[in-house]
């Protein structure tokens, strides 16, 4: 009789526990089914070693329309862009799945986009991914990608998503990315970013402000003169920023954004245009 109790006293405590177990597990179901049904580019990469595309390693993964002659220089292009991730960041936290596209068609799976070389994809659950087409691949499309997996890897998901401006997430991915300045050292490179600022927004006379570019919307919202203005706003920003902070300068801001300071404490102030230390930079 005690044995029959105890039973069934165990039964009736476990009812409310099973019933918040459903609706926890119903409503975890309701948002995957959510977020993949708003974001399918998300459900292909998770489901990217069940596709046609080839992989050697797990990691880097080829269409199947590419020649294995060219994996190689492929490779190579990834590798070069890691070193510079690896050397821009003190250490390299991040490992982003790779997939490397050959047609319009599969790059606007993956990256739900027919337009550009590259992007890329974090998720909330740290698996990320680096998506890029094959025809206008090369070290710096890559590296520009991995650098904004890797501040998702250094600061965390929700911080990035919630607390960076992507005029500052922009801006670092351009450090690595010499398509548009090539110059490597500091004082040099702001030079050349603030040259290519004054072309793009005719000396300042089609201004962006940080705040105006601060989310991806409003960053890549626009005709091509806006985005190339964006990008020119936000790389003669943090060349500026990286400039003044010295070598450990980032370091210290990541550390900080670690420990849980916000973006405008851990940056500090923000002044895209520099008009009265242009002149003192150039002398």
């Known amino acids: 009789m005690v044995f029959f109790v105890a039973k069934n006293t165990l039964l009736l405590n476990s009812q409310p526990i099973r019933k918040v177990t459903k609706f926890l597990l119903t409503g975890l179901i309701i ?3 959510s977020l993949f049904f ?3 580019q998300i459900l292909y990469c998770e489901l990217i070693s069940l596709s046609s595309f080839k992989s050697e390693n797990g990691k880097l993964y080829f269409s199947p329309g590419i020649s294995s002659k060219k994996y190689s220089s492929l490779k190579s292009s990834v590798a070069q862009a890691e070193a510079r991730v690896d050397s821009f960041y003190n250490g390299r936290k991040s490992n982003p799945k790779i997939i490397i596209c050959q047609t319009p068609q599969e790059y606007q799976t993956y990256c739900s986009s027919t337009e550009g070389a590259g992007c890329s994809i974090g998720t909330p659950w740290g698996n990320s991914y680096v998506i890029l087409n094959a025809q206008d691949m ?4 890559v590296a520009h990608e991995m650098s904004h997996i890797e501040l998702l890897g250094q600061i965390g998901w929700w911080k990035t998503t919630t607390d960076i ?3 500052f997430n922009e ?13 490597k050292e500091p004082k040099e490179r702001y030079k050349a970013y603030r040259y290519e600022w ?3 927004t005719r000396n300042g006379r089609d201004l962006l402000l940080l705040k105006d570019i601060s ?3 409003e ?4 005709d091509q003169k806006h985005v190339m203005a964006a990008y020119m706003t936000a790389g003669m920003e943090v060349s500026y920023w990286l400039l003044f902070r010295k070598d450990a300068g980032l370091q210290r801001f990541i550390s900080e954004m670690q420990q849980g300071s916000s973006f405008g404490k851990a940056y500090g102030p923000a002044n895209p245009h520099h008009f009265k230390d242009s002149k003192k930079i150039s002398e």
């Open 138 to 141: 090369n070290t710096d499309v």
């Open 165 to 167: 401006p992507q005029w």
């Open 215 to 217: 989310t991806m919307r």
């Open 198 to 200: 004054r072309y793009y």
């Open 38 to 40: 708003l974001y399918p």
């Open 31 to 33: 948002l995957l089914g």
């Open 219 to 222: 960053f890549f919202e626009g």
């Open 171 to 183: 801006g670092l991915a351009l450090m690595l990315d010499r398509r548009f300045v090539s110059e």
